[in-house]
């Protein structure tokens, strides 16, 4: 188990940048794999980025190239860069973590993470 505060999110104009922070607390057990997801009104909780401990990621082709994930030393922060946004980037977005025993191939299920902390809001408009 891990407690997960995410920060940041908000309203920017097409075009602009946000950063989103996962913090990670208590935990008692290790954590290996670090991802965020979002959810759209009426659609379904989509996979969008994740980092491994090892700081190996991967990217949903949606974001490739306009998003970066990112840790700290420490493996406590987990970062998600946002440029380039556009309004269909408009969603709720979630930091989840697992239980230290996910397999790599399933770090695009939801169903990995075990741990999830609450979301946060991005609007991109004009």
């Known amino acids: 188990q891990v407690q997960l505060v995410v920060s940041g999110g908000g309203w920017v104009q097409p075009g602009g940048s946000l950063r989103l922070s996962c913090s990670m607390s208590a935990r008692t057990r290790p954590t290996k794999l670090v991802g965020w997801f979002r959810q759209a009104p009426g659609r379904e909780r989509e996979f969008v980025a994740c980092i491994r401990r090892d700081s190996a990621t991967t990217y949903a082709d949606s974001v490739k190239g306009r998003f970066t994930i990112s840790r700290d030393n420490a493996w406590n922060t987990v970062y998600l860069q946002m440029d380039t946004l556009r309004p269909e980037d408009t969603a709720v977005y979630f930091c989840?973590?697992?239980?230290?025993?996910?397999?790599?191939?399933?770090?695009?299920?939801?169903?990995?993470?075990?741990?999830w902390g609450q979301g946060t809001q991005v609007t991109v408009s004009s």
């Open positions: 989840a973590a697992d239980n230290g025993n996910s397999i790599w191939s399933a770090r695009y299920e939801a169903s990995t993470y075990g741990n």
